[in-house]
C-alpha cells in the first residue's frame, strides 16, 4: 500500500495592518461611520493575491470561517476591532484549509467641538455712534471658537464668507470688515492630528457700545455707626444718573459688583445695592459698575469703578494719676502728662472740669492742676472720637517744709513719744534716722540724742523727701565735767531746743539760784559769777510747752480752707494743740 503525504502552505499575511480610520462626518457626534473593510485587504494580503478573505465579528467566528460580515465594502460601525481570516487557497476543495486570522482597528475621530453645545457665540464689537461696519480680526474670536480650556494651537481655523466659498477652498483674510451688521460667515476647525474638520456659523455684530461715565462723587463715612469696624451701609445707586449720563436708562442697565473679574463676566452682582454693607472689605472697598446696553445681542457694555472709604473714628486712651504740688509755694515739682496713645495726625481738644482747655490741641496734654480731664481727638479726616470717660488726676506733695515740726510728750520719762507733726497734699510716711518706714507720725522708745526724721509722700512724690534735723526727747545729762577738755563740759536739756521761751533755773543743794539758761544756748559752764562750782549734786526747774495732736480741717497759705477735688469735702490734718 501507499501514503500520500501533503504539506499545504500556510499564509503568511501583514499581521498589523494599518487601522482604517474615518472622521464622525454622518451625524456626528455619534461615534459611528460607513467601513470599507476591503481598503485594508492590499496592506492585509502582503503580496499574496490568492489569499482567501473573510471578515468576522468574533475571533471565534474567524476560527472557524462562519458568520462572515455580508457587506464589507459598506459596513457600519464605531471604532473597534474586526477579525479577518486570511485562508490559503491551494485549488484543491479537497485539502484542507490553511488560515491566519488578522486583528484589523476601526477608528473612529471626532469632529472638533465649537462653541457651547455646537453654538458658537457671536463676535461682537461695539462702537459709540456705530455704523454697522467694523474690520474684524477674525482669529480674535477663537477661544469663543473652540472654548476657553482648548490649546489653539492643535487646531487650524480658516474663515469662508458662505458654504459654497467652503467647497471652493475660497477663505477670507484674517482681516475681515463685514458687509453689514448682522453678517453670518463660516468657520472650518481642523483638528491637526486627526485632520477631521467641523464647520459652524460664526455671526459678526457691529452694536451701539454702552458708555459708563466716571464717578466724581466721593464716597466717605466716618464709623459712627458704634461698631468703629470699618464697615458702614452705602447706597451705591446714587451714581447711577452720572454713570449713565445722557443714556436711556430704559435700555441701558446699571449693575454693581465687588471685583472687576465679575463685572466681566456679569456674574455675582450685588444684591441690594441701595443697602450695600463693605463687610467683605472694611475700611477700603473699590465697587464695579457695570453698564450694559440691553438692545443688543452681544450684551455692549463697559466698566467704571470707584471707591468706597470708612475710617474708624479715633479711640484715645487716658489714665489718670498724680501731680507733685510743693505746699509752701504751690509750685509743680512733677506734672502728670495724659497722653492720647494717637499720634500727631490727630487734632485734640481738651478738658478740665468740663471746661476746654485753650490752646491744647497735642496729643498729649502735661497736668499742671488736679481735677477731671478727657480728650476729644479728630482726625485728619475730620472724624471725631465719642466721648470718653473722664480721668482724675490727684494733688500730692511732699510735706511743707515751713511747717513741719514735731513735740515730745511724757518728758523726762523712760517712755517718752515723738509725734511728727507736718502739713501737705500728700499721704505721708515717717523714717527715724534709717530705720524701716512707717505709716504713723509717731516713734515711741526714741533714746536720748539728736536724730533725724524723714518724711515722704507714699505715692507720686517720693522723690521729695523732707528731713527734720536735731529732733530730740527731752531730758537731761545726769552729770558733765566742766573742766574745759571739751567733753561734757556744758549742762542743758535736750529736746527743747525748739521752745526758745522754755525757762531753765539751776539752784544749789539749799536752793540758792545759781543761773537761769535759755534752751537754745549752749548750757551751764558750772560758774558762778564766773568762778567754778565744786564738784557736787544742783537742781534745776523747767518750765516748757508740751502738746496734744488734734485732728482740724487743713488751710491754704491764704487761709483758704483745702478741699477734695472729688469728695468736695474739707480735708483734715494733725495740729499739735498746746497744753
Not at 424 to 438: A, K, V
Amino acid at each position: 500500500t501507499t501514503l500520500t503525504i501533503k504539506v499545504l502552505p500556510l499564509p503568511t499575511p501583514e499581521t498589523n495592518p494599518a487601522p482604517l480610520v474615518l472622521c464622525d462626518d454622518n451625524n456626528s457626534p455619534d461615534g459611528e461611520e460607513e467601513f470599507n473593510l476591503t481598503d485594508a485587504e492590499d496592506d492585509i494580503r502582503n503580496n499574496d493575491n490568492s489569499t482567501i478573505i473573510t471578515y468576522h465579528e468574533t475571533p471565534e467566528d474567524a476560527e472557524e470561517g462562519i458568520n462572515p460580515i455580508a457587506n464589507p465594502e459598506a459596513y457600519q460601525s464605531p471604532s473597534g476591532t474586526i477579525y479577518v481570516r486570511v485562508a490559503a487557497n491551494t485549488g484543491n476543495p479537497n485539502d484542507q484549509v490553511c488560515y491566519q486570522v488578522v486583528e484589523l482597528e476601526l477608528i473612529v475621530n471626532p469632529l472638533p467641538e465649537l462653541g457651547e453645545n455646537g453654538i458658537i457665540a457671536p463676535n461682537a464689537y461695539c462702537e459709540q455712534n456705530t455704523d454697522g461696519v467694523h474690520t474684524f480680526i477674525l482669529n480674535e474670536h477663537t477661544p469663543y471658537i473652540l472654548g476657553e480650556d482648548v490649546n489653539p494651537d492643535d487646531y487650524t481655523l480658516t474663515f469662508y464668507y458662505d458654504q459654497a466659498a467652503y467647497q471652493a477652498g475660497t477663505a477670507l483674510p484674517n482681516q475681515y470688515t463685514n458687509e453689514s451688521s448682522p453678517q453670518t460667515i463660516l468657520v472650518a476647525v481642523e483638528n491637526n492630528t486627526t485632520g477631521c474638520i467641523a464647520t459652524g456659523e460664526v455671526t459678526l455684530y457691529v452694536e451701539e457700545a454702552a458708555i459708563a461715565n466716571p464717578v466724581t462723587q466721593e464716597f466717605f463715612e466716618c464709623d459712627y455707626d458704634g461698631d468703629n469696624d470699618g464697615v458702614y451701609t452705602f447706597d451705591l445707586t446714587q451714581v447711577e444718573d452720572q454713570v449713565l449720563g445722557t443714556q436711556d436708562p430704559a435700555q441701558y442697565s446699571v449693575t454693581y459688583y465687588e471685583s472687576e473679574a465679575d463685572a466681566t463676566a456679569g456674574e455675582n452682582p450685588i444684591t441690594d445695592p441701595s443697602l450695600y454693607s463693605n463687610e467683605n472689605n472694611p475700611g477700603e472697598q473699590e465697587i464695579w459698575v457695570r453698564v450694559t446696553n440691553t438692545a443688543t445681542i452681544s450684551g455692549c457694555y463697559e466698566l467704571t469703578s470707584f471707591t468706597l472709604y470708612v475710617e474708624p473714628i479715633p479711640e484715645p486712651q487716658l489714665q489718670g494719676g498724680t501731680i507733685c504740688v510743693d505746699y509752701d509755694t504751690s509750685e509743680v515739682l512733677s506734672p502728670f502728662v495724659l497722653d492720647t496713645g494717637l499720634d500727631d495726625t490727630h487734632t485734640f481738644v481738651w478738658y478740665q472740669d468740663g471746661v476746654q482747655i485753650a490752646g491744647a490741641t497735642e496729643s498729649t496734654y502735661t497736668v499742671t492742676q488736679a481735677g477731671s480731664y478727657t480728650v476729644e481727638a479728630i482726625s485728619a479726616n475730620g472724624c471725631i472720637s465719642d466721648p470718653i470717660a473722664p480721668v482724675t488726676v490727684e494733688r500730692s506733695g511732699p510735706a511743707s517744709q515751713q511747717l513741719s515740726s514735731y513735740n515730745v510728750s511724757g518728758a523726762f520719762s523712760e517712755d517718752q513719744t515723738i509725734t511728727i507733726i507736718t502739713e501737705g497734699y500728700g499721704d505721708y510716711e515717717y523714717q527715724l534716722d534709717y530705720g524701716p518706714w512707717q505709716d504713723s507720725p509717731i516713734f515711741t522708745n526714741v533714746s536720748p540724742g539728736l536724730h533725724q526724721v524723714h518724711i515722704r509722700d507714699k505715692g507720686a512724690c517720693t522723690d521729695y523727701i523732707v528731713t527734720l534735723e536735731d529732733v530730740s526727747i527731752i531730758d537731761y545729762p545726769r552729770y558733765f565735767t566742766p573742766n574745759g577738755d571739751g567733753y561734757h563740759d556744758y549742762w542743758n536739756i535736750y529736746g527743747l531746743n525748739s521752745q526758745g521761751d522754755a525757762e531753765i533755773y539751776i539752784f544749789d543743794r539749799y536752793g540758792k539760784l545759781i543761773k537761769q539758761i535759755s534752751s537754745q544756748s549752749q548750757g551751764w559752764d558750772g560758774t558762778f559769777n564766773g568762778n567754778p562750782l565744786p564738784a557736787d549734786d544742783y537742781w534745776f526747774s523747767v518750765t516748757f510747752n508740751e502738746y496734744i495732736i488734734q485732728l482740724v480741717p487743713l488751710t491754704n497759705p491764704d487761709g483758704t480752707p483745702i478741699v477734695d477735688p472729688d469728695s468736695g469735702e474739707p480735708v483734715m490734718g494733725q495740729v499739735p494743740t498746746e497744753v
